[in-house]
């Protein structure tokens, strides 16, 4: 089990709210007369999304810091391991050389730990990892091998454990799409021409969300360094976050009625013709609920890798081919299920005029390791030491939204999830979920919504009966939209 998690837990929490607290500032910016500069801006002045600067001049490359990258990496290593060996004093943490040579030669494994240390944790941790990289000059792709290098030589050398795949798996994928949905993030909030209390807000802000670039910063001394332009930041064509806060009801739950605030962005567009790079355009949510099983309850993020548009030259409606890469995480009171995952499929768009846009899609699922509660948690817990199952998976997904201004009046949501089991206690298991919601325009960013949600879970088992859940939710809430 890999301890970076938990010291950047509470950094992590406080991420969130820097983030909300720096959209406000950016909806207040706007809101002042154009001929008197905003104190503070969350975006720049421009946005291109491609990689030309503003005047139409190649950016440069950044420069590519190997020896740095590895220097944070082996310190994201070499910490943990430390505070697990001499503080905590934590026997997987005794290791030796004879330890490290029956790791190289044991082969993998599915490992026991919490739900939450898998599929959350190792996901942190890999970002972390990938960030050591990315922020050191390499690409999304090339700062790939640099989490799995980190994952790998933390399951060889710095536990006596054996090997674990989930590790591997979760660290790797889950770490490439959550390092690099904070990169993109705290990217938005740098600028190298702040000066005094805003430059500071934006560093902290930054820091909060992306532990390792404000580490490289540091290291390089653009912490502090003031240029006349913004410097090397990713920057969206566009950004909408949603705010929600409202109340849910399962209908069979042990915690039926429960407080919900719910954080959603999307982070520039699919249809965006200049979109080309992996992650030019994501979504990602969380929900935090109480009272409940957990306080984090949901995160979901999706990424798009590549998109092919079938349809260049058209002016109207726009159809594309679009290849994502996601992370689910769900824990709450109906449902334990978790993955990495890619999508590919068919992205449309319709505008309708004034404002309003049909936007549909369907998508293939394949997904390496998906995680997934059982029905037997004394039998689970005996056989392999966990009360949820590893095994691959596979979907298909279906959307129909009708969006007016950055607003989704409408959408309707169905998926079809197939899992076969290769550790655990379950053979087959098959997720339906349909979800309708609607929100209404109020005033402004003000809005009212609802949605209903249903589920349902068949699990088969070779020692047990087949297993039927049904879980329905209602939703109602009031939303505040940031553009």
């Given at each position: 089990?890999?301890?970076?998690?938990?010291m950047?837990?509470?950094?992590?929490?406080?991420?969130?709210?820097?983030?909300?607290?720096?959209?406000?500032?950016?909806?207040?910016?706007?809101?002042?007369?154009?001929?008197?500069?905003?104190r503070?801006?969350?975006?720049?002045?421009?946005?291109?999304?491609d990689?030309?600067?503003?005047?139409?001049?190649?950016?440069?490359?950044?420069?590519k810091?190997?020896w740095?990258?590895?220097a944070?990496?082996f310190?994201?290593e070499?910490?943990?391991?430390?505070?697990?060996?001499?503080?905590?004093?934590?026997?997987?943490?005794?290791?030796?050389w004879?330890?490290i040579r029956?790791?190289l030669?044991?082969?993998?494994?599915f490992?026991?730990?919490?739900?939450?240390?898998n599929?959350?944790?190792?996901?942190v941790?890999?970002?972390?990892?990938?960030?050591?990289?990315?922020?050191?000059?390499?690409?999304?792709?090339?700062?790939?091998?640099?989490?799995?290098?980190?994952?790998?030589v933390?399951?060889?050398?710095?536990?006596?454990?054996r090997?674990s795949?989930?590790?591997?798996?979760?660290?790797?994928?889950?770490?490439?799409?959550?390092?690099?949905?904070?990169?993109?993030?705290?990217?938005?909030?740098?600028?190298?021409?702040?000066r005094?209390?805003?430059?500071?807000?934006?560093?902290?802000?930054?820091a909060?969300?992306?532990?390792?670039?404000?580490?490289?910063?540091l290291?390089?001394?653009?912490?502090?360094?003031a240029?006349?332009?913004?410097?090397?930041?990713?920057?969206?064509?566009?950004?909408?976050?949603?705010?929600d806060?409202?109340?849910?009801?399962?209908?069979?739950?042990?915690?039926?009625?429960?407080?919900?605030?719910?954080?959603?962005?999307?982070?520039g567009?699919?249809?965006?013709r200049?979109?080309?790079?992996?992650f030019?355009s994501?979504?990602?949510?969380?929900?935090?609920s109480?009272p409940?099983?957990?306080?984090?309850t949901?995160?979901?993020?999706?990424?798009?890798?590549?998109?092919?548009?079938?349809?260049?030259?058209?002016?109207?409606?726009r159809?594309?081919?679009g290849?994502?890469?996601?992370f689910?995480?769900?824990n709450?009171?109906a449902?334990v299920?978790?993955?990495?995952?890619?999508r590919?499929?068919l992205?449309?768009?319709?505008?309708l005029?004034?404002?309003?846009?049909?936007?549909?899609?369907?998508?293939?699922v394949?997904?390496?390791?998906?995680?997934?509660?059982?029905d037997?948690?004394?039998?689970?817990?005996t056989?392999?030491?966990?009360?949820?199952?590893?095994g691959?998976?596979?979907?298909?997904?279906?959307?129909i939204?009708l969006?007016?201004?950055e607003?989704d009046?409408?959408?309707?949501?169905y998926?079809l999830?197939?899992?076969?089991t290769?550790?655990?206690?379950?053979?087959?298991?098959?997720?339906?979920?349909?979800?309708?919601?609607?929100?209404?325009?109020?005033?402004g960013?003000?809005?009212?919504?609802?949605?209903?949600?249903?589920?349902?879970?068949i699990?088969?088992?070779?020692?047990f009966?087949?297993?039927?859940?049904?879980?329905?939710?209602?939703h109602?809430f009031?939303?505040?939209?940031?553009?």
């Amino acid at each position: 089990m890999i301890r970076p998690v938990e010291m950047m837990q509470t950094a992590r929490r406080l991420a969130a709210v820097a983030l909300v607290a720096a959209a406000l500032a950016a909806q207040s910016a706007r809101a002042q007369d154009a001929a008197s500069p905003p104190r503070f801006r969350l975006f720049p002045e421009t946005a291109p999304a491609d990689p030309k600067r503003p005047d139409g001049a190649l950016a440069p490359k950044p420069e590519k810091r190997f020896w740095l990258a590895s220097a944070e990496i082996f310190s994201l290593e070499i910490l943990p391991y430390t505070q697990n060996r001499y503080l905590n004093h934590e026997d997987y943490a005794l290791i030796s050389w004879t330890s490290i040579r029956d790791n190289l030669q044991s082969g993998l494994s599915f490992d026991d730990d919490k739900f939450t240390t898998n599929q959350m944790g190792h996901t942190v941790s890999g970002g972390l990892f990938f960030n050591a990289a990315r922020t050191n000059g390499y690409s999304f792709w090339e700062s790939a091998p640099f989490v799995f290098a980190g994952s790998y030589v933390w399951e060889m050398v710095f536990e006596t454990q054996r090997p674990s795949l989930n590790d591997l798996v979760n660290t790797t994928l889950g770490g490439m799409v959550s390092g690099e949905t904070a990169y993109r993030l705290s990217q938005m909030l740098l600028d190298d021409r702040a000066r005094g209390g805003e430059r500071v807000l934006r560093e902290t802000a930054a820091a909060l969300l992306n532990p390792t670039q404000f580490v490289t910063r540091l290291a390089t001394g653009e912490l502090w360094a003031a240029r006349t332009e913004r410097g090397d930041a990713l920057l969206p064509s566009q950004f909408v976050a949603d705010l929600d806060g409202g109340w849910r009801h399962f209908v069979s739950s042990a915690n039926p009625d429960q407080a919900l605030v719910t954080l959603a962005m999307r982070y520039g567009d699919p249809f965006e013709r200049a979109v080309s790079r992996p992650f030019d355009s994501f979504e990602a949510s969380l929900d935090v609920s109480a009272p409940s099983s957990a306080w984090l309850t949901r995160v979901e993020i999706r990424g798009l890798l590549g998109g092919w548009d079938l349809d260049p030259g058209s002016a109207g409606g726009r159809h594309v081919l679009g290849f994502f890469m996601d992370f689910d995480y769900t824990n709450n009171d109906a449902r334990v299920f978790s993955s990495q995952s890619f999508r590919f499929g068919l992205l449309s768009m319709r505008p309708l005029g004034k404002g309003v846009d049909l936007r549909a899609e369907i998508l293939g699922v394949a997904a390496p390791l998906v995680a997934l509660q059982n029905d037997h948690p004394d039998a689970s817990n005996t056989l392999v030491g966990r009360a949820y199952d590893y095994g691959p998976g596979a979907a298909v997904f279906t959307a129909i939204r009708l969006r007016r201004r950055e607003l989704d009046l409408l959408t309707l949501t169905y998926s079809l999830f197939w899992t076969h089991t290769s550790d655990g206690v379950a053979r087959n298991s098959s997720i339906q979920s349909f979800r309708a919601e609607t929100r209404i325009p109020v005033t402004g960013p003000l809005s009212l919504g609802g949605s209903w949600t249903w589920g349902k879970r068949i699990s088969t088992y070779d020692a047990f009966d087949t297993y039927r859940v049904d879980a329905m939710q209602g939703h109602a809430f009031v939303s505040w939209i940031f553009r």
